[in-house]
């Protein structure tokens, strides 16, 4: 990771090479109905469209046909406990086509853990159950703490 | 009153400029800590003597751009000259019109008049169907074409300052081209194939002379919206014996006047066909008369003469370039004239001429003169627009036919 | 004051008290039959009167007497336009062919000679071939080196695409008028075609079966019968914009290519493309939707021959779109070009998207540089294909399309090498094809007297109607700017509600939706007192005569 500011190329600019500048691509998932070819990335501001195709293509070998960017403004959201309005950061979107015969699909991550999420929604359910339960049970005597039994 | 009494109210912004006057000018405060340094032994060294050489300027970068950017209008510009060439462009008139073309282009007037051989062919009558398709071609130029651009705006010269509601439709050039193109159109199909297989037509050329007149140098810059051009030169047998309109005297005015002087010019003319083409002879020019486009430099409304002017400057132009072409830049007196026809239309009125082009020898008045045979404001057509909301193509006039189909077959 | 107040109030009286209009009640109607009749028993669901509602509007299009009154029908629901899919012919992004392919409900078929109407018209054009080769191969020569053309350089488009157009423009021009006058006489519906030099063709049309926006999707779910219907789809305004070099038209439309009954065969089936258009890469922009075919209604000829159309976009494409989505994009182009065009003349016809054909229409496109030359035939069967009719509706259009084809391999020296005189031949057979006249009525749902607002009587409603449709078809900018809501206002009223205490006068807060407003719904010009006839007249306004639907 280089420190190095990293400018915008213009036309006639001296070609300044940045080794390993500040690049991040991070997949998202896409929103519901996409086209099968497309893949959405959120990357680091200074990206332009062929840093892109550059950082997929070099790195990881990957045919780009079309990249679109956008820049999606940050959520505003309450600041929890201030109250005050705050806002967060702005995105930059990476909408990146892929060829037309290709097919993405967005990876299964956390296949495992839904799983050992699962078992603990389980044992959640089978605990309230004993407490509705001892509800029920000692629906008759109120205000008797549940030491008090036989 | 005092300024004073006014500075002493409480006001903010003089609050803030005094506070920045007296911010910017801050003493270092005095922290005791160079005293207990030197105290220490440890040398102090003043700031200011590390920044007291100043930063190089940087060399600024030439940045390219998308797009080549012209170059500066100076001295150094490769075709800036000297001597200054008067210059007419199809978009400016001359001050006098027709009475000044006359001089600069030293030609004789024939009005009213055309070659016999056009006025015979004139009188040819065409096939009803012809005519149907020019009202249809007058109608789709100025009602049924879709294009909605701004026009100019209309202005009250009772009221100057009121803004009317600024008119969408189609503009002046885009009638004129329908129009001219669509009756250009008809003429040939309707015409023999041999006359259409000896003609070509080219739209929106460019051609340029560059000539002396009396130790003036001139130019002329026009277009050619539509040129049809024929595989041999165009002849006309002219009669002599006509009253010509001679040349007149502009005094006290110049020939040159609302030619403005330009120092950027290249000193050959350009005829826009190659001499390797073979259909390249020049048969009929037409010259539109956009009037959104033309004007006087002095803002002034364009006369008749002044259009009637143009066109000869316009064939004139064609000529000489096609001449120039020919026989060299230098030649004076040609060896066989060059016959040009022309014709003006501004959509409704026609103005047809031929010129006759003897000389390019053009000081003073002796000698060889140019000719030019013109037949001016023909009317196609009274009015055609949206009469309260319906198609409306009033008086059509199918002389005008006529000529216009004379002028292609001669 | 009091006697005027008076005067109304009698006239009011006299209303009630006077019937003008009345009937005597029908005796001989027999009340009872001897089945009895009930009236038709209607789904009362939601879902079933909305389409119903719906139903009547296409109806009400329908009934609408002229062409101009249809198109601002077709408007009416927008005062501000409609959101459309913006469909540039010279804008293709990548692998477009589905989507364009389902938006114009256009089957494509590849080929390599030209479709069996054409071949009657071979021998001719193998005449008229060799009489013309030369000159084309002549002009081909003076257009590449003899004359100097000037042509301006916008800063709009890369300046490559604009140099090919321009030369492929000027090439078409001389290529039309050597074929055009050798075959006037050969031919008589040459003679009254008219060319029109750069139209301006438009088209405007609902699809159906499209993706739902997420903002629809979150206004369902403030609604708890619209639970289970979050993704019914809905219908999706499309305008097409193209600008073709030269159009040939002429009074008579062309003949089929293929029977109108084919029109149903299910092999003519079209994928159905259910994204959004925003996935493809097409934009929006709101605009009042217009169906132009280059000239207004009640021109004389009304049905188009054939149009020429430029390839320099496929030059700004990126290089990495490869040249099998190049070739692709032109089908695209060829498609929505023929289609927008025949649209648009369906429109003129008294068809709208609600209303479908009962005819085919066919046209020929063309489109070329110059040199590469690639030929389409389209037969428009349908244009119906909003959200109710894009599953129900059985018909398909029919495209036919070849691969570019070469016309010449270079011009040096002028010389032209390797002139293909067949693409020539596939050119002026296009020229060949003779318009018909048809022998049902071309302008079913027009009115019989009234077809253009021309015919119309009332001097007051055609010089409204006339004013009201140009300028509804420039769409030219409001006077006012568009309603807006502030990024403070979202930020600060309505994601956080932090100004409860302020009055609520913005349309947001009143739960108003401004786009929803309907074209009608605005203050018709202000009669000045002074204007209004004499004596006494308390007419306000000036009248509108927008189209009751």
Same mark, same amino acid.
């Given at each position: ?21 500040? !690049? ?64 967060? *950061? ?32 389980? %044992? ?27 | ?38 105290? #220490?032994?440890?040398?102090?060294? *003043?700031?200011?003597? +590390? ?32 001597? $200054? ?40 009558? =065409? ?76 739209? *929106? ?74 259909? @390249? ?9 956009? %009037? ?42 040609? $060896? ?62 199918? /002389? ?11 | ?164 157009? =321009? ?9 039309? @008028? ?42 369902? #779910? ?50 159905? !493309? ?28 009304? +049905? ?41 003349? =369906? ?29 389409? =035939? ?83 409603? @055609?010089?409204?109607?006339? /004013? ?82």
């Amino acid at each position: 990771m280089s420190t190095r500011w990293y400018p915008i190329y213009q036309r006639g600019n001296p070609q300044l090479r940045v080794f390993l500048p500040n !690049f991040w691509m991070k997949l998202v998932h896409p929103p519901p109905k996409q086209l099968p070819n497309t893949v959405h990335f959120h990357c680091s501001m200074e990206m332009t469209k062929y840093d892109i195709r550059n950082y997929l293509e070099k790195i990881y070998n990957v045919p780009v046909i079309d990249v679109r960017t956008k820049i999606i403004l940050g959520k505003f959201r309450k600041d929890l406990g201030k109250g005050y309005v705050v806002k967060d *950061d702005d995105i930059k979107y990476a909408y990146v086509t892929l060829p037309k015969d290709t097919k993405f699909v967005f990876p299964d991550i956390f296949e495992k853990s839904k799983d050992a999420d699962e078992e603990h929604l389980k %044992s959640l359910e089978e605990a309230k159950k004993t407490f509705k339960n001892y509800i029920h049970r000692n629906k008759s005597r109120p205000d008797v703490p549940s030491w008090f039994s036989i | 009153m005092k300024l004073s009494q006014v500075l002493n109210r409480q006001h903010i912004g003089f609050m803030f400029k005094k506070h920045w006057l007296v911010q910017g000018k801050r003493v270092p405060i005095d922290t005791g800590v160079e005293e207990v340094l030197r105290a #220490k032994g440890i040398p102090v060294e *003043d700031a200011l003597e +590390f920044v007291k050489e100043k930063p190089e300027p940087r060399e600024r970068i030439n940045i390219v751009g998308q797009y080549e950017q012209p170059l500066p209008l100076d001295q150094n510009h490769p075709d800036y000259k000297e001597r $200054p060439c008067y210059t007419l462009k199809n978009t400016n008139v001359l001050l006098e019109g027709i009475a000044q073309a006359q001089v600069i282009t030293k030609t004789i007037l024939a009005e009213d008049k055309l070659p016999q051989k056009i006025e015979e062919l004139a009188e040819v009558v =065409a096939p009803k169907t012809v005519h149907d398709g020019v009202k249809k071609a007058i109608l789709s130029a100025n009602v049924f074409d879709t294009e909605q651009k701004k026009l100019p705006k209309i202005k009250d010269p009772e009221r100057p300052a009121y803004n009317f509601p600024r008119i969408l439709g189609i503009t002046d050039r885009r009638r004129n081209q329908i129009l001219t193109n669509k009756i250009l159109q008809l003429v040939e199909r309707s015409s023999d194939t041999e006359a259409t297989l000896s003609k070509y037509v080219v739209n *929106d050329v460019e051609c340029k002379t560059v000539f002396d007149k009396e130790d003036d140098l001139i130019q002329f810059q026009d277009v050619s919206n539509i040129l049809v051009t024929s595989n041999k030169p165009l002849t006309h047998d002219t009669e002599k014996d006509i009253p010509f309109v001679e040349i007149p005297d502009l005094y006290p005015i110049k020939h040159t006047i609302t030619m403005p002087p330009e120092h950027f010019y290249t000193e050959t003319s350009k005829y826009p066909i190659r001499p390797t083409v073979s259909m @390249r002879h020049p048969h009929t020019t037409w010259l539109h008369f956009n %009037s959104t486009e033309v004007n006087n430099i002095y803002e002034t409304p364009v006369t008749l003469p002044q259009i009637l002017g143009r066109s000869l400057t316009h064939a004139f132009t064609v000529a000489t370039s096609y001449a120039k072409q020919l026989y060299g830049e230098n030649v004076k007196d040609l $060896p066989e004239p060059v016959y040009i026809n022309c014709i003006q239309t501004d959509g409704q009125n026609y103005h047809f001429g031929v010129l006759e082009l003897n000389t390019l020898n053009l000081d003073g008045k002796e000698g060889a003169t140019n000719v030019w045979y013109c037949k001016n404001n023909l009317k196609l057509y009274d009015s055609s627009r949206y009469f309260s909301g319906m198609p409306v193509l009033e008086n059509y006039n199918p /002389k005008v036919y006529g000529y216009i189909n004379a002028f292609y077959n001669c | 004051m009091h006697l005027y107040k008076m005067h109304r109030k009698i006239t009011n009286l006299k209303k009630i008290l006077i019937r003008r209009y009345s009937q005597a009640a029908l005796l001989d109607q027999n009340e009872y039959t001897e089945t009895p009749e009930y009236p038709p028993i209607l789904d009362m669901s939601l879902k079933a009167r909305k389409l119903r509602e719906r139903e009547k509007l296409h109806e009400k299009i329908k009934n609408v007497n002229t062409v101009e009154e249809k198109q601002i029908a077709l408007n009416m629901p927008r005062y501000y336009g409609w959101k459309c899919v913006m469909l540039h012919e010279d804008k293709v992004p990548y692998n477009a062919m589905p989507m364009i392919q389902c938006y114009t409900r256009s089957h494509f078929i590849p080929i390599e000679k030209l479709p069996p109407t054409y071949t009657e018209s071979a021998l001719t054009a193998e005449i008229v071939v060799k009489e013309i080769k030369n000159l084309v191969e002549d002009a081909i020569c003076i257009e590449h080196e003899g004359v100097d053309h000037s042509f301006a350089v916008t800063l709009e488009k890369p300046v490559e695409s604009q140099k090919s157009d =321009a030369l492929a423009n000027v090439l078409v021009k001389q290529i039309n @008028r050597i074929i055009t006058n050798n075959l006037a006489d050969k031919v008589p519906h040459i003679l009254s075609a008219q060319v029109d030099y750069d139209p301006r063709h438009e088209a405007f049309w609902f699809v159906g079966g499209v993706d739902v926006p997420s903002n629809v999707i979150k206004w369902r #779910k403030q609604y708890p019968w619209l639970k289970d219907r979050l993704d019914e789809p809905v219908d999706r305004p499309v305008q097409y914009l193209g600008a073709p070099f030269l159009a040939m038209r002429s009074h008579f439309p062309l003949k089929p290519i293929l029977e109108y009954s084919e029109a149903e065969n299910p092999e003519f089936k079209v994928p159905k !493309f259910t994204y959004k258009p925003d996935t493809v890469g097409y934009f929006h922009a709101y605009r009042h939707g217009t169906n132009i075919p280059g000239y207004w209604p009640g021109d004389h000829d009304e +049905f188009g021959l054939l149009s020429y159309h430029g390839r320099g976009h496929i030059l700004n494409r990126n290089v990495s779109f490869g040249t099998e989505d190049n070739l692709e994009a032109l089908h695209c182009q060829a498609m929505l070009a023929s289609f927008g065009w025949l649209l648009a003349q =369906a429109n003129y016809q008294g068809f709208t998207t609600y209303n479908d054909l009962t005819y085919p229409l066919v046209t020929q496109t063309i489109i070329t540089d110059g040199q590469l030359w690639s030929f389409y =035939a389209y037969q428009l069967n349908t244009i119906l294909m909003h959200n109710e009719k894009i599953d129900e509706n059985p018909k398909h259009n029919i495209c036919f399309g070849t691969k570019p084809l070469k016309l010449y391999e270079k011009v040096e020296n002028g010389k032209v090498y390797g002139f293909n005189e067949d693409v020539l031949k596939l050119l002026v057979q296009l020229y060949l094809n003779t318009p018909e006249e048809r022998e049902y009525d071309l302008k079913p749902y027009l009115g019989r007297e009234e077809q253009v607002i021309a015919d119309i009587e009332d001097d007051n409603k @055609r010089c409204w109607l006339e /004013k009201r449709y140009k300028h509804l078809v420039s769409n030219r900018p409001k006077h006012l700017l568009l309603p807006e809501i502030y990024l403070w206002e979202k930020i600060y009223k309505i994601e956080h509600k932090t100004r409860f205490f302020e009055p609520n006068r913005r349309p947001f807060e009143l739960g108003i939706n401004p786009f929803k407003r309907r074209l009608n719904e605005h203050l018709p010009p202000y009669i000045p007192k002074a204007l209004r006839p004499y004596p006494k007249h308390k007419k306000k306004f000036e009248t509108t005569y927008y189209p009751d639907v």
